[in-house]
C-alpha cells in the first residue's frame, strides 16, 4: 500500500491549499483516511478524518476552516484548508486505516508553510 500526498506549498496568512492523498495497492476494507499534522519538537497530531461512511472528525484548531473528503472510488482523500494561520505550518501527513486488522499506514508527508 502506498500513500501519495500533494499539493503542499507556500501561501500566505489568510490563504488556500488543498491537499490531496491517493492510495494505491492492495486496497481494501477502508474504514478512515485522515491527515495528521507534525512541527519539530512536536507529536504528530490530528488534523481531520473520514470515515467510509463520510462522518468527520476534525481538530478543535482548524474547525470552521478546513474541511476533509473523500472520493471512495479513487481511494483519495482531501484536505480543502482555508482561512490558513502562521500556526498551520507544518508537515501534513495522509493515513490510511483499512482491514479486518485495523492497519495503519502512512504517507511520506507534504510541507505546508504559512507565512504572516
Known amino acids: 500500500v502506498q500513500l501519495q500526498a500533494s499539493g503542499g506549498g507556500l501561501v500566505q496568512a489568510g490563504g488556500s491549499l488543498r491537499l490531496s492523498c491517493a492510495a494505491s495497492g492492495s486496497i481494501f476494507s477502508v474504514k478512515r483516511m485522515g491527515w495528521y499534522r507534525q512541527t519539530p519538537g512536536k507529536q504528530r497530531e490530528l488534523v481531520a478524518d473520514?470515515?467510509?461512511?463520510?462522518?468527520?472528525n476534525y481538530a478543535i484548531s482548524v474547525k470552521g476552516r478546513f474541511t476533509i473528503s473523500r472520493d471512495n472510488a479513487k481511494n483519495t482523500v482531501y484536505l480543502q484548508m482555508n482561512s490558513l494561520k502562521p500556526e498551520d505550518t507544518a508537515v501534513y501527513y495522509c493515513n490510511l486505516e483499512m482491514g479486518v486488522l485495523s492497519r495503519y499506514y502512512w504517507g511520506r508527508g507534504t510541507q505546508v508553510t504559512v507565512s504572516s
Open positions: 473520514i470515515t467510509s461512511g463520510s462522518s468527520t
